[in-house]
């Protein structure tokens, strides 16, 4: 790729949104979300624009109606019901007809690991193909996540797995990946040195990366760069910790690494319009439990 085209490529790739939820900031906090196609889609006229995720894997059930859908600039229409498989960092686009139904579920694959590993390899890769026999199994993860109580976690899990090993077998588990594996490596490195001031040049060499290289392949995978990655890795983990501890809002700032708290609220703030307070109030308010 000759110099004036690498710099057309990083526009275009930087010009595509990346979102956790579509048009959303602010990571959600619950193991998984769930939702219907209507909910998101009728708002936007039932058309969703080219964008990505990050750290959130996503599988679309269509139950009727009509999608054209792009992932990663591949143009299909295909015949309802149908199951879409996204994964993180996959730019992708829908154009739904008014009334089409079905739900959309999003996974963080951080607390699946064992759904998103290579022996899950059908699942590292974009794809859609006949739902054959899954409705209930996505109708029984959206009753589920309506649902509270002391198991509901584990509920969700077991549900969200069942659904996850059915896709599996029904898809091709010799496909190779898209996405490169070093940006899980990535991911799995950042969680593990939230509190240790590393940079991106310790990030680049513990997986035999230059630091260009490195950006490249961020910018490729998720449309950020590393630090744009790695900033976004640590939002989703203070809001994991704000949402699941009673640890205090400074706490929380310490063990990712912030050494000023008011820093720590700014940047918090930056990437969710939330302080933390008002985002574990937020939280409390309305996430079931």
Request: with cysteine.
């Given at each position: 790729m000759d110099v004036g085209r690498e710099v057309l490529y990083k526009s275009a790739m930087e010009r595509i949104p990346t979102w956790q939820l579509y048009g959303e900031a602010s990571p959600f906090p619950d193991l998984l979300h769930i939702e219907r196609i209507v909910d998101r889609a009728e708002g936007q006229a039932w058309v969703i624009a080219a964008h990505r995720h990050v750290n959130l894997h996503q599988i679309f059930l269509i139950r009727s109606g009509q999608v054209?859908?792009?992932l990663?600039?591949?143009?299909r229409s295909p015949a309802p019901p149908v199951v879409i498989n996204i994964p993180p960092g996959t730019v992708h686009a829908f154009r739904f007809a008014a009334g089409t139904d079905g739900h959309v579920l999003t996974l963080p694959p951080a607390d699946f690991p064992e759904l998103f590993g290579q022996e899950m390899a059908a699942l590292l890769r974009?794809?859609?193909?006949p739902a054959n026999g899954l409705e209930p199994l996505m109708d029984s993860i959206a009753t589920r996540h309506a649902q509270s109580g002391p198991l509901r976690r584990l509920r969700l899990r077991a549900a969200a797995t069942d659904l996850?090993?059915?896709l599996a077998d029904q898809g091709d588990s010799t496909a190779e990946p898209t996405a490169p594996p070093h940006i899980p490596q990535l991911e799995g490195l950042?969680?593990?040195h939230l509190a240790?001031?590393?940079q991106v040049t310790d990030y680049a060499c513990a997986l035999g990366l230059s630091d260009r290289h490195l950006r490249r392949l961020c910018l490729e995978a998720t449309g950020l760069s590393t630090h744009g990655f790695i900033a976004a890795t640590r939002l989703r983990e203070a809001c994991r910790l704000l949402a699941y501890t009673r640890m205090q809002v400074q706490e929380v700032g310490f063990a990712l690494g912030f050494d000023d708290p008011a820093y720590f609220v700014r940047v918090f703030r930056q990437g969710t319009t939330l302080s933390?307070?008002?985002?574990r109030r937020?939280?409390?308010?309305g996430a079931p439990r």
């Open positions: 054209d859908l792009s990663d600039g591949q143009r974009p794809f859609d193909m996850c090993c059915a950042v969680r593990a240790d001031g590393w933390p307070t008002e985002y937020r939280v409390a308010e």
